[in-house]
C-alpha cells in the first residue's frame, strides 16, 4: 500500500509562483512513475506532468510547457512540482500519482488559487 502526502498549494497572484511536493512511502520500491494531474470545477482531471522513477524522463501537458518544472528527489520517493508564471485557468485542485506496475495511487489533493 502507497501513502501519499501532498503539500504546497495556495492562493496566489497571477504571474507568481507556487511548488508542490508529494512524499510516497509504501511499496516506493515498485513505483515506475509519479506526477501531477489536476481536476479544476466542471472539468475531468488532466495530465499536468509525470516524471519516471529511473529513468527521470518527463512529460508536460502542452499547457504548462515552459512554466512548470517536475523533479524528483534522489531517493525517488518524493516528486515535486514548481509551477511558474502561473495564470487563473492553473486553478484546480492538484493531484499527486504514484504509478506501479499493475495499480495507481492517488494523493487527497491541494488546492492551488490563481487570482487575477
Known amino acids: 500500500q502507497v501513502r501519499l502526502v501532498e503539500s504546497g498549494g495556495g492562493l496566489v497572484q497571477a504571474g507568481g509562483s507556487l511548488r508542490l511536493s508529494c512524499a510516497a512511502s509504501?511499496?516506493?520500491?515498485?513505483?515506475?512513475?509519479m506526477g501531477w494531474y489536476r481536476q479544476a470545477p466542471g472539468k475531468q482531471r488532466e495530465l499536468v506532468a509525470i516524471?519516471?522513477?529511473?529513468?527521470?524522463?518527463?512529460e508536460y501537458s502542452d499547457s504548462v510547457k515552459g512554466r512548470f518544472t517536475i523533479s524528483r528527489s534522489s531517493a525517488k520517493n518524493t516528486v515535486s512540482l514548481q509551477m511558474n508564471s502561473l495564470k487563473p485557468e492553473d486553478t484546480a485542485v492538484y493531484f499527486c500519482?504514484?504509478?506501479?506496475?499493475?495499480?495507481?495511487?492517488w494523493g487527497q489533493g491541494t488546492q492551488v488559487t490563481v487570482s487575477s
Open positions: 500519482l504514484a504509478k506501479l506496475p499493475y495499480e495507481d495511487y
Open positions: 509504501g511499496g516506493i520500491f515498485r513505483l515506475n512513475a
Open positions: 516524471i519516471t522513477t529511473n529513468s527521470g524522463n518527463t
